[in-house]
């Protein structure tokens, strides 16, 4: 089966300026999540998508990051205006739902965030 | 929120012997534990995961022990090999999470040919 598709692989901004990163999960799978990665740290959820409804955002920046996913199938993380600290690998998981079982993340390849 | 601790943050083996990598955990509904593997710049891959019904799970090489008692897990890898050099993740999902994981710092594993 295909895997997670994200893009683009590489970015490289300045500070204040805006960013947008696309996610295409692997077909059939309801649940997808938004991590940030940064250098020599473990991956960390951002926003968790159930269908196109958000489980959990709480660990979204809200002043600067948005993410949506509309049709239930594509999502979108943006940041407006990015900040030095925002430079990370941007990761897009997703996973199947199967009532109260837990179930295998796959994951994208990543976007790559540089903030100038 | 959940916390994980993993230890150490880099390890190095030579071919043929053993790694161990050891994770804490803090949220006692915690139920799930899957452990990944990153290659330089690619993306994580699950590599064993244990659900807390279970003390211990072993796929060829590579076996992982829980302890709810005292919230730790760890993974073991036997008879290492140079494609065994990965950063390696461990994580915790709450069960009143939904499937949300949450990782550990992550252990740079290298295997000396």
């Known amino acids: 089966e295909a895997g997670v598709a994200q893009s683009p692989r590489y970015k490289i901004i300045e500070k204040r300026q805006s960013v947008a990163f696309w996610c295409n999960p692997i077909?059939?799978?309801?649940?997808l999540y938004w991590y940030q990665q940064i250098l020599g740290q473990g991956p960390k959820l951002l926003i968790q998508?159930?269908?196109?409804?958000?489980?959990?955002d709480s660990q979204l920046p809200k002043d600067r990051f948005s993410a949506e996913r509309l049709k239930g199938v594509d999502s979108t993380l943006k940041i407006q205006p990015a900040k030095l600290e925002d430079s990370a690998v941007y990761l897009c998981?997703?996973?199947?739902?199967?009532?109260?079982?837990?179930?295998?993340?796959?994951f994208g390849p990543g976007t790559r965030l540089t903030v100038l | 929120g959940e916390n994980v601790e993993q230890h150490p943050s880099t390890l190095s083996v030579q071919e043929g012997d053993s790694a161990v990598i050891k994770c804490t955990y803090s949220?006692?509904?915690?139920?799930?534990f899957p452990w990944y593997k990153q290659e330089l710049g690619k993306r994580p891959q699950l590599i064993i995961d244990?659900?807390?019904?279970?003390g211990e799970k072993k796929d060829q090489r590579i076996a992982v022990t829980l302890n709810k008692t005292a919230k730790h897990f760890s993974l073991h890898i036997t008879e290492t090999q140079p494609e065994d050099s990965a950063v390696y993740f461990c994580?915790?999902?709450?069960?009143?999470?939904?499937?949300?994981?949450?990782f550990g710092t992550g252990t740079s594993l290298t295997v000396i040919p």
């Open positions: 998981a997703s996973s199947i739902v199967a009532g109260g079982q837990y179930n295998e993340q796959f």
């Open positions: 077909s059939g799978h309801a649940t």
């Open positions: 998508f159930q269908n196109n409804g958000v489980v959990d």
């Open positions: 949220d006692s509904a915690s139920n799930y």
């Open positions: 244990i659900r807390s019904n279970v």
């Open positions: 994580a915790a999902s709450p069960i009143h999470t939904g499937n949300q994981f949450y």
